[in-house]
Structure formats: structure tokens, C-alpha cells
């Protein structure tokens, strides 16, 4: 393993010194500290993570907070973290409550962006208190309260109540990054978790490590949330390929813990994924752009505006006038490039990696998909998206797919927000609800 260590260690020192020299402090400040984690420990295997973190293994996780139970509080003895204390200012005598909450606005504010991570201690929050957490790896948003049918007249509200959305975050996001996401679902009465990947987790990723165990974590919480009732179910929308391998692991075990979860699993939409192989070029474009961030050509369209709308739709004869890659770059990239040259083919990562793709690949739930990608995309190339998509149809799966062609890398809700947020709500009402099928 020391000589694995010196392999790794030497392109990373090397990218350290291109960083420093021609980019920001800040992308120094992540490549020192991936330099010190390579030195940390021999034993120590690095490789991209296909799951996400937990804060601190003493502490306790959030196992249910859902609006459809606000008639029944007794879920609230289910929940593995100190609920905050609230003074709530009234009762409201039309909704049928526990008397320790009477106030669903009240509750909401409390737990709106909720904290999924580990508490040591109940925190206070009063009424019209903003809530402040860390930036971690987990985070419950509840249901806009005016998207919520209390009367129960609207069998389609309710089955949206019924319903959350597991975003899975892209590499390097944050939760602030999900946030217009989240808050796009839940005006719409879906509950909502937001996952992200922290750098350093990443970059210290072992197989069986923290990593895996955090998704394990994930999923059990999951799992006791549908089990509260039969008719919930779970929807996923993960961002390019960490927010995809994410959704993998998570199927893994599924399969393993109870094979009938995977049939709660109505609907799946992927933005800017997948490549299905551990293709070194995709993985070095990741990372650059990660660490890059705006200096990065993945951040930049393409200069033809033009786009075509129609599902599914190819970019033949159109010709992209796309930026090319600083000097910087084009070294960050080279180095990368070998050093995952490297580590994808390592025998227990390039296992683990396999086991996953191949959940992804030919063991997807039965469930409506929805892919969103770019012509431009400079991390995900898009024929490998549309082959993907080929072969799911081939599998007897009911896909659909948007191309759109000049949007750069999970960048498609900012730059053409109108299309995004059609495309969604068509999905959403039309494929993955069944009492919604009816909507246009």
C-alpha cells in the first residue's frame, strides 16, 4: 500500500502546484487539503464516493417528520433527535393536533430545511426565528402549507403529501445549492430530503467506510418513513454521476434490506447523468470542475443559444462554439486523468463501481424515468446520456428525455428555468401521480 501511496501522491502533489499557481486561494485550499489527506494514512484507499457522509457517529438522526401525520402525532415518539422547543402563540381549533403542537404554520417554521444530521443537545426556537444549521449532509423540507389540502378533498394534494423527493446533490454541492430545488417541490406539497457529498468525504472514500455506512443510515430512515403507511412512496432526482451512483447504492440496499421498497419507488429523474462505465476522461472532467468551479470551462455553455425543446430531441447539424480549457486547466486535467486511471481500476473500487453500475444498468425499479441533459455539457457527454437511455427502453423501462443542447453541466434549471420546470411538473403529474395522469 505504500507504493499505491506514492503513485497517488505524486499527480496530486503535482495538480497541487498548478493550482497554486495559476487559480484562486480557494482551489488551493481544497487541493492542499486533498494532498493531506492522501499523506494521512497509507492504509487509506481514495477513490470518488458513491455515498455521502454523516457528521459524527454519536450523535442521533431524524427518522420521521411528515405533514400526512399532523392528524396523529403519535409518529413524534419515533424520531431519533430532541425535537426543538416552541412557543406556539395559539391552538387553531380546525386542525385536529396533539396539544404540543396545535399549529402547523408554527411546526413549519421549526422544521421547514430541517436538520437530518446529529444533535447534541434540543435547540430553542421561537416563533418567526430563522432556523441556522451547518452546511450538512442531510436536510428534511416539509411541504409549503399552501400546498396542503387539510380538508383531504384533493385525492391529488394528498398523494403529493404522501410522496417525497430525494435529491441527491452533485459533486461538491452544498445545500444552499439544492435549496431552489427543494423549494420548487415543495410549493407543489411534496416533502423533500436533500443530500449532498462534503468534499473531503469524498476524496477520503473507502469501500464498507463511513461513506457507505452514512447511506445505510439514509436508507433505514427512509425506510421507516414508509413504513408509517402503505400508500407512501418515494421519488428520485439526483445531479450528474455522484447524485446517480448515490441513487445505486441506495438501490443496492434496498434489494438487500426488503425488495418491496423498491417497489415504493414511483418515478427517477436524472439531470446531466449517467456515463454507465468508470470512464477516467468523465471522472477527471468531474473533479476539475468541482475544484474549478467558475473557472472552469464546465461551468461555461455553449455560445449557440439556439435549443430544441422536443423530447428527446438530437443536436444533428447544429455546430457549438464552445471555450476551450486555459492552460490550467488543460494540466489539472491531464493529471486527473491519470491519476483515476489509477484508482478506477484499483480491484475494490473498480468492484464496488461495477455492482452499482450494474444495479443502475439492469436492475432499476419499474418506475417512469425522466433524463435531462445538454449537447454542451463538458462533463457528461450527451451520446453517452442518450445511449443509456436506449438500452433502458430496450429494458421495457418508460423513459422520457429532454436535450438542452447549449446548458452547461447541472446548470439546466438556471439557464432555461421555464422548460426545467415544465418538464418536471409534466413528469410529476403525468407519469410518476397516478389520480395526476390527467393534467396537461
Known amino acids: 500500500m505504500g507504493s499505491l501511496s506514492g503513485i497517488i501522491?505524486?499527480?496530486l502533489v503535482a495538480a497541487a502546484a498548478v493550482i497554486?499557481?495559476?487559480?484562486?486561494?480557494?482551489?488551493s485550499e481544497r487541493f492542499s487539503s486533498l494532498r493531506s489527506l492522501v499523506r494521512g494514512s497509507e492504509?487509506?484507499?481514495?477513490?470518488?464516493?458513491?455515498?455521502?457522509?454523516?457528521?459524527?457517529?454519536?450523535s442521533l438522526w431524524v427518522s420521521q417528520i411528515s405533514a400526512s401525520k399532523l392528524g396523529d402525532l403519535s409518529f413524534v415518539s419515533r424520531i431519533h433527535v430532541p425535537v426543538p422547543n416552541v412557543d406556539l402563540l395559539a391552538s387553531n381549533p380546525s386542525c385536529s393536533l396533539a396539544t404540543s403542537v396545535t399549529s402547523l404554520s408554527a411546526l413549519r417554521s421549526v422544521y421547514q430545511s430541517a436538520e437530518l444530521a446529529k444533535a447534541s443537545k434540543p435547540s430553542a426556537f421561537t416563533i418567526g426565528a430563522s432556523l441556522v444549521v451547518p452546511d450538512i449532509s442531510y436536510r428534511w423540507h416539509l411541504p409549503e402549507p399552501s400546498a396542503i389540502d387539510l380538508s383531504g378533498s384533493s385525492s391529488c394534494v394528498s398523494e403529493k403529501n404522501r410522496t417525497v423527493v430525494v435529491l441527491l446533490g452533485w459533486l461538491g454541492s452544498k445545500q444552499k445549492h439544492l435549496k431552489k430545488y427543494a423549494d420548487w417541490y415543495t410549493s407543489r406539497g411534496y416533502h423533500v430530503i436533500t443530500f449532498t457529498l462534503p468534499m473531503n468525504e469524498i476524496m477520503s472514500y473507502q469501500v464498507g467506510g463511513k461513506a457507505e455506512?452514512?447511506?445505510e443510515s439514509l436508507v433505514n430512515h427512509l425506510a421507516d418513513w414508509l413504513?408509517?403507511?402503505?400508500?407512501?412512496?418515494?421519488v428520485f432526482h439526483t445531479f450528474s454521476n455522484t447524485g446517480w451512483l448515490t441513487y445505486g447504492a441506495i438501490l443496492e440496499k434496498f434489494q438487500k434490506q426488503d425488495s418491496s421498497l423498491m417497489e415504493r419507488v414511483k418515478g427517477c429523474i436524472v439531470d446531466s447523468a449517467p456515463v454507465a462505465d468508470a470512464d477516467p476522461t468523465v471522472?477527471?472532467?468531474?473533479?476539475?470542475?468541482?475544484?474549478?468551479?467558475?473557472?472552469?470551462?464546465?461551468?461555461?455553455?455553449?455560445?449557440?443559444?439556439?435549443?430544441?425543446?422536443?423530447?428527446?430531441?438530437?443536436?444533428?447539424?447544429?455546430?457549438?462554439?464552445?471555450?476551450?480549457p486555459g492552460a490550467t486547466e488543460t494540466a489539472l486535467l491531464l493529471v486527473l486523468e491519470k491519476f483515476f486511471a489509477v484508482i478506477l481500476n484499483l480491484p475494490k473500487v473498480n468492484r464496488r463501481l461495477a455492482d452499482v453500475?450494474?444495479?443502475?444498468?439492469?436492475?432499476?425499479?419499474?418506475?417512469?424515468?425522466?433524463?435531462?441533459?445538454?449537447?454542451?455539457?463538458r462533463v457528461i457527454p450527451a451520446e453517452q446520456v442518450e445511449s443509456f437511455i436506449v438500452e433502458q427502453r430496450k429494458a421495457g423501462h418508460e423513459v422520457r428525455a429532454c436535450n438542452f443542447i447549449s446548458s452547461p453541466h447541472v446548470d439546466h434549471f438556471r439557464s432555461n428555468p421555464e422548460l426545467y420546470t415544465a418538464e418536471l411538473n409534466h413528469f410529476m403529474d403525468n407519469f410518476v401521480l397516478s389520480c395526476c395522469n390527467h393534467s396537461s
Open 9 to 11: 501522491q505524486r499527480p
Open 20 to 27: 497554486a499557481a495559476s487559480v484562486s486561494a480557494d482551489v
Open 43 to 58: 492504509s487509506e484507499q481514495i477513490a470518488p464516493s458513491v455515498s455521502g457522509s454523516v457528521q459524527d457517529e454519536r
Open 213 to 215: 455506512k452514512n447511506i
Open 227 to 234: 413504513d408509517e403507511e402503505q400508500k407512501k412512496n418515494l
Open 283 to 324: 471522472w477527471a472532467s468531474g473533479f476539475s470542475a468541482a475544484f474549478l468551479k467558475k473557472n472552469s470551462v464546465a461551468t461555461k455553455g455553449s455560445a449557440n443559444s439556439s435549443y430544441e425543446s422536443n423530447i428527446g430531441a438530437r443536436n444533428n447539424g447544429i455546430n457549438f462554439s464552445q471555450p476551450k
Open 357 to 377: 453500475l450494474d444495479t443502475l444498468s439492469s436492475a432499476q425499479p419499474r418506475c417512469p424515468q425522466l433524463y435531462i441533459y445538454s449537447s454542451a455539457d
